[in-house]
């Protein structure tokens, strides 16, 4: 079967840093996605991971360690608009095709 | 278009009644994804189309939901004889192929009420 956890909530303070993790179980991995959606809006694209290690992009960066079926979102300088819920997506590969496998969704609230 | 749109982006339908919700991908993208979501919870994969191949139906909750694409085009999905159940988000997402499926341009969602 496929399965992803991440926290539920996470509530921390404008211009601190804050980390999301997600861990899976999953046949087929071929990477991690993480996702942000705003309240009311379409998730857009943040990051993926096909390789372990740490991704910068600017004020966010994603790490993945495939041995430990182990990834995190990093948010660094928080601003009031970073409050969105988080997803992470696991990439995998399912007979000839590729799928999205979506976790629960981090709620991150930044207060002032 | 310049991204995914989605139509109608509100619809409030008695229980009973089917539904045609329509997704519109960016051009070009060959992968199309439906997925639903609930109020507060995360994207339940529904189906997908890859170009000419036969669709993942995978996801689909029960035979009253089917959905069509033409071609490499506009894709709806139809919701057959609603139930309250069925109210939900749905988004559709499109990538370039389905090799490309980590990065989706999501649409701006279709928000049914089933009444």
């Known amino acids: 079967g496929q399965s992803l956890e991440q926290p539920s909530e996470v509530t921390a303070v404008e211009g601190a840093i804050v980390q999301i993790n997600c861990t899976y179980q999953t046949s087929g991995f071929y990477g991690l996605s993480w996702y942000q959606q705003h309240d009311g809006g379409a998730p857009t694209f943040l990051s993926y991971?096909?390789?372990?290690g740490l991704e910068e992009t600017g004020r966010f960066s994603s790490f993945l360690s495939r041995s430990d079926s182990y990834g995190y979102l990093l948010l660094q300088e928080l601003q009031m608009k970073d409050s969105a819920s988080y997803f992470c997506a696991v990439k995998a590969r399912m007979d000839s095709s590729y799928k999205l496998i979506f976790g629960s969704g981090t709620r991150l609230l930044v207060r002032p | 278009g310049a991204g995914v749109s989605q139509s109608p982006s509100n619809k409030v339908t008695e229980k009973g009644k089917d539904v045609e919700l329509r997704c519109d991908p960016i051009?070009?993208?060959?992968?199309l994804y439906w997925y639903r979501q609930r109020l507060g919870q995360g994207l339940e994969f529904l189906i997908y189309f890859q170009g000419n191949s036969a669709p993942d139906k995978s996801g689909l909750p029960s035979d009253r939901f089917s959905a069509e694409r033409t071609g490499e085009s506009v894709s709806t999905l139809t919701i057959q004889r609603t139930q309250q159940e069925d109210s939900a988000v749905y988004l559709c997402?499109?990538?370039?192929?389905?090799?490309?499926?980590?990065?989706?341009?999501f649409g701006p969602g279709t928000r049914l009420l089933v009444l």
């Open positions: 997402a499109s990538s370039l192929a389905s090799g490309g499926a980590e990065t989706q341009y």
């Open positions: 991971n096909a390789l372990d």
């Open positions: 051009s070009g993208h060959t992968a």
